[in-house]
């Protein structure tokens, strides 16, 4: 049961099979070309695109807009101290740019970053300051249908062969990403969390973690870590950044915000030479490149993501999505993560061979099918990898309903049925970069 009601709404259509035959030809077959209007449940993501709170938008037209000094950046302070358990904070326009800001003044050309796996813009930062991202998944995290409850988690093994590999000196950084984006949205646990701390204080390495889902990964610990079942949500996301020397954060996800984000810290020197980098990227540090209105959302969405019962429904509602394509007999990526369920590609159209996407063609049958958008993140997005085709469709918090989750369900039963007919695409105009063709290459039916 939902625990709120809503207040505004915002008006979505279905487009005619024809008229999304059509947008989809002229999007290129690229679901990032086409006009959100023609979109009627968008799976693209959830960063950004969440339902804010009355509270939230009352904070909104409270905020400071003060160059220096803001009360909107007071709250935030104030916020991440409670919730967070941090002192010192650099406001940022988004989570990417908190990256920006911890790796460029921890990071240099030479370096190695592990990480239980790096998301896009992670990897892109450390290796834009010339080091070497290098993921360690848990062994089980390729596995769809293995059940483990933390798939997530850091790989240590595979971490101390690294250092055995490079040598302790070459790893300034270990990073942990929670919950894990680039692995189905899987949780990672709390005894993880301490693990990968103290093997980062061993090699005198600075430990970060990647929290843009802190709350939701805090459910999940708070459900199947036996040591947190009678532990409140709140307090759990406390003890598993307590471990962390600093956190990079986008509060487009568990901040509930349409933009902005932050790292944060408590050592006093890291948090100086951050700040510097801040004003030089970002802006002012009682400001960061956002709004103050922005700045004071985020202070009161920060508080929201770990009350009961908000987080409690927005994970079990991302379950149920699961659950009702498991039931219209699509395979899906076991257990589900807190953001997003990952469907199997290469079953659904097991007659599409790789080098034509199963993957991108099952994104573009979902929205021929039903105006549903979900993203590629196999062959097509990450080229040259031997990563399996998955697609992803990542719930906004807080922002559909049941009867929106059952139609997706149906649209992707209906893909099913109709597999034959999606024989694959190839790709006939792609952008120099190779790493981001996803984002606006064109292609065609085969
Ligand atoms: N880290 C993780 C784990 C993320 O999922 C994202 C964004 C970022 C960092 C960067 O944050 O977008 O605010 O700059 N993920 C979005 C997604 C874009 O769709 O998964 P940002």
């Known amino acids: 049961m939902r625990s709120y009601k809503s207040k505004m709404v915002e008006p979505i259509t279905l487009p005619s099979r024809a008229e999304r035959e059509d947008a989809l030809d002229a999007a290129g077959y690229n679901v990032f070309n086409l006009d959100a209007d023609d979109v009627f449940v968008d799976l693209l993501t959830d960063s950004g695109t969440g339902t804010m709170s009355a509270e939230q938008w009352a904070a909104l037209m409270r905020g400071d807009e003060a160059y ?79 059940d483990h409850p933390f798939k997530g988690n850091f790989d240590l093994d595979a971490g101390r062969e690294l250092v055995e590999d490079v040598g302790a000196d070459a790893i300034p950084v270990v990073v942990q990403t929670i919950t894990n984006n680039s692995v189905a949205g899987q949780p990672v646990s709390v005894e993880n969390t301490r693990e990968v701390a103290a093997f980062a204080d061993e090699i005198d390495a600075t430990f970060v973690v990647d929290a843009c889902r802190f709350a939701e990964n805090a459910y999940f610990v708070q459900q199947r870590e036996a040591e947190f079942e009678d532990a409140a949500v709140a307090d759990i996301a406390r003890e598993q950044l307590s471990y962390a020397d600093a956190v990079t954060m986008s509060g487009k996800k568990d901040a509930l915000v349409n933009i902005g984000g932050f790292a944060a810290m408590n050592d006093p020197e890291l948090f100086e030479h951050a700040k510097q980098r801040g004003i030089l990227y970002e802006g002012f540090p009682t400001y960061g490149g956002l709004a103050g209105r922005d700045v004071a959302a985020m202070a009161v969405g920060l508080r929201e993501a770990v009350e009961p019962p908000y987080v409690e429904e927005r994970v079990e509602q ?61 062959g097509f997005a990450f080229p040259g990898t031997d990563r399996p ?37 190839e790709i006939v105009e792609e952008p120099p970069m190779k790493e981001l063709r996803h984002f606006s290459a064109r292609l065609e039916p085969v």
């Open 68 to 146: 220096a000094g803001s009360s909107s950046f007071s709250e935030l302070r104030d916020a991440v101290r409670d919730v967070m358990g941090f002192e010192y904070v650099v406001p940022t326009h988004q989570g990417r740019g908190a990256e920006n800001v911890v790796y460029g003044v921890l990071v240099e050309e030479g370096d190695v970053v592990p990480n239980n796996a790096h998301f896009d813009t992670t990897r892109a930062h450390v290796a834009n300051q010339g080091a070497d991202p290098v993921d360690c998944p848990h062994p089980l995290a390729r596995d769809p249908d293995a």
């Open 389 to 425: 085709d998955l697609v992803r469709l990542a719930l906004p918090r807080r922002t559909y309903s049941r009867e929106h989750l059952e139609h997706v369900a149906e649209t992707a039963a209906k893909v099913k049925q109709s597999a034959a007919f999606y024989e694959g695409l």
């Open 318 to 378: 991302v379950a149920e999505l699961g659950r009702l394509l498991a039931e219209a007999g699509v395979p899906v990526y076991e257990p589900t993560g807190g953001h997003a369920v990952y469907l199997d590609a290469e079953s659904v159209l097991p007659h599409v061979p790789k080098d034509r996407f199963p993957g991108q063609e099952l994104v573009c049958a979902l929205y021929l099918e039903g105006g549903v958008r979900g993203v590629e993140l196999g």
